[in-house]
């Protein structure tokens, strides 16, 4: 199993107190797999439904972000791919 990866910019290198900062983090997991489940409905008369297609992803990864500060970082998005995190200097 490979380990996941991230990387992790700044907006900035230096903030002053009460600056946002934004946190743009790249994230991947080789190891993750997109599940797609087909259903097709059939009743007892044999009349048969279109099928339905849904996609999961097993063994998501969960990012969490803090520093040694104690600031509180909000999550602005997160596509599965890219995610970005607001907190205030």
């Known amino acids: 199993m490979a380990a996941p ?3 992790a910019t700044l907006t900035a290198p230096a903030y002053s107190p009460g600056d946002q900062m934004l946190l743009t983090v790249t994230y991947a997991d080789t190891d ?3 599940l797609t489940v087909t259903i097709v409905v059939t009743d ?7 099928p ?4 999961a992803v ?10 040694n ?8 998005s997160d ?4 995610a970005v995190y607001r907190a205030v200097a």
């Open 5 to 7: 990866t991230a990387t």
């Open 32 to 34: 993750t797999k997109p």
């Open 44 to 50: 007892a008369q044999g009349n048969s439904s279109a």
């Open 52 to 55: 339905v297609k849904v996609t």
């Open 58 to 67: 097993i063994d998501p990864l969960t990012l969490t972000v803090t520093d």
């Open 69 to 76: 500060s104690g600031r509180i970082w909000t999550r602005v």
């Open 79 to 82: 596509n599965g791919a890219v």
